[in-house]
């Protein structure tokens, strides 16, 4: 179970993290509590608070699910209080710590940090280990250079997974900022070659739908079928008319950035069915549920959207007799809107050029993240936010073993990340927000 090159690793940054990685098997606490000392170190104020997620109110998204379960989490916002004159900044990333999963397919101890062929491995590190410990180094490095000569500087370390809510949280309880950046590595394939402005929105559904066994005791009524209602097929007939729609959908609502890259701008599809017991092949069930997922760009609203989908099974509906006086469900699972920042905004301006500098290229947007947190600071109080993070993959959340980081990448996401502190905070604005295009 391991690899053949050793642990030691020379980069002060590298050697938090892994810090971060071991200290994740003692629980979430534990992890803010070791960003908390770290902050502290660089002279940042310190405030933790716990909330429950299923209390936070937020905008522009909805959950039928309980968040984590009623579970109390935890928020750590550490200040490098600043010039009140100069432009601040908001910095978040999640110390989210997850159970174990695969534990024995791991190729090392997922709780010990190991470099192998450039690659740093070890559970949570891509997902957002990383981004914790890049904001905590790259505040430091930049206070030590230029702390007298920039505005406020604020990292939060705030759960997300599982509806958390936690940068919503910190939102609504008042905190702003002139800007926001949100670390996290990116499983895209470019790493830093890559800018998080645009976040598409997404809505998650459920239809049930009714069917009639026929009037039969015969346990297999193959025979019978004929006089009974099957559901599935009622479902087929929804389902052909949502991708109807969804095709209609693509012709008609385009988003260039999005369009550009992934082909269409919105889609739909049906991730799951069922019926029946998968051994009573015989029989007739009497229901059959179907589920799916619809995904929107930034510039459409949330409800309009369900509208569609709601009229477009209601004239199913108002043309099938069966249906018509037995009508389908629809439950709205899950629903988040979808937020973008322009690329002619300053602080836009200001993390391209940054990110040109430390890597020598110009990033790209990558307009195909659903419902990616940076949506949050845009949405809830209308602050400027965009994403950025080295290359990572095989991430925990997605039941994958051996989650990493591109080790040279986040070296570069960590000078970055302080190139960007310097610039903004220390006024290459005028003081004030600069927003756009926010949805």
């Given amino acids: 179970m391991g690899y053949t090159e050793g642990n030691l690793l020379s980069q002060a940054p590298l050697e938090y993290l892994s810090e971060l990685v071991r200290t994740q098997s003692q629980g979430e606490v534990a992890v803010q509590s070791l ?27 909805f959950s039928v699910n309980q968040a984590e379960n009623g579970q109390k989490r935890r928020v750590l916002i550490a200040t490098a209080k600043g010039d009140p004159n100069l432009p601040s900044l908001l910095i978040f990333a999640h110390p989210d710590c997850e159970t174990v999963k695969n534990f024995e397919k791991w190729k090392s101890d997922p709780f010990v940090a190991f470099s192998h062929n450039g690659k740093l491995f070890g559970w949570g590190v891509a997902d957002d280990l990383a981004g914790c410990a890049c904001a905590v180094a790259a505040i430091k490095v930049t206070l030590e250079r230029k702390r007298d000569l920039l505005g406020d500087i604020i990292f939060a370390s705030t759960p997300s997974k599982s509806y958390a809510r936690g940068v919503a949280s910190i939102l609504h309880r008042g905190l702003t900022a002139d800007a926001s950046l949100y670390l996290h590595p990116a499983e895209s394939g470019s790493g830093m070659g890559e800018i998080k402005a645009v976040a598409s929105g997404q809505l998650e559904f459920k239809i049930s739908v009714s069917g009639s066994a026929p009037d039969t005791s015969e346990p297999g009524h193959t025979a019978f079928s004929h006089l009974g209602v099957n559901p599935i097929d009622k479902a087929i007939k929804l389902i052909d008319a949502l991708y109807n729609l969804n095709e209609a959908r693509n012709l008609r609502v385009i988003h260039e950035k999005i369009h550009k890259v992934v082909g269409r701008s919105t889609n739909l599809h049906i991730s799951n069915i069922i ?40 004239k199913v509906v108002e043309n099938d007799d069966w249906l018509n006086l037995n009508p389908p469900n629809i439950s709205w699972v899950s629903g988040v809107t979808g937020a973008e920042v322009d690329e002619k905004s300053l602080f836009y301006q200001i993390v391209s050029s940054a990110t040109k500098k430390i890597t020598g290229k110009m990033p790209y947007v990558n307009p195909m993240h659903t419902s990616s947190d940076i949506r949050n600071p845009i949405v809830e109080a209308d602050i400027p936010c965009v994403g950025l993070g080295c290359l990572g993959g095989n991430l925990t959340q997605n039941n994958k073993v051996d989650e990493w980081i591109d080790i040279n990448d986040f070296n570069r996401m960590v000078e970055v990340t302080s190139e960007i502190i310097e610039r903004w905070c220390s006024g290459e604005q005028k003081k004030g927000r600069t927003v756009s295009k926010c949805v």
């Fill in 275 to 314: 019926s029946n017991d998968e051994n009573r092949l015989s029989r007739l069930n009497e229901t059959c549920t179907f589920g799916g997922a619809i995904s929107f760009p930034p510039g459409e609203d949330m409800r309009d959207v369900q509208e569609e989908i709601e009229n477009t099974i209601k």
């Fill in 35 to 61: 960003i908390a000392k770290n902050m502290e170190q660089s002279g940042c104020e310190l405030e933790f608070y716990d909330y429950f997620p299923t209390q936070v109110p937020v905008k522009g998204e």
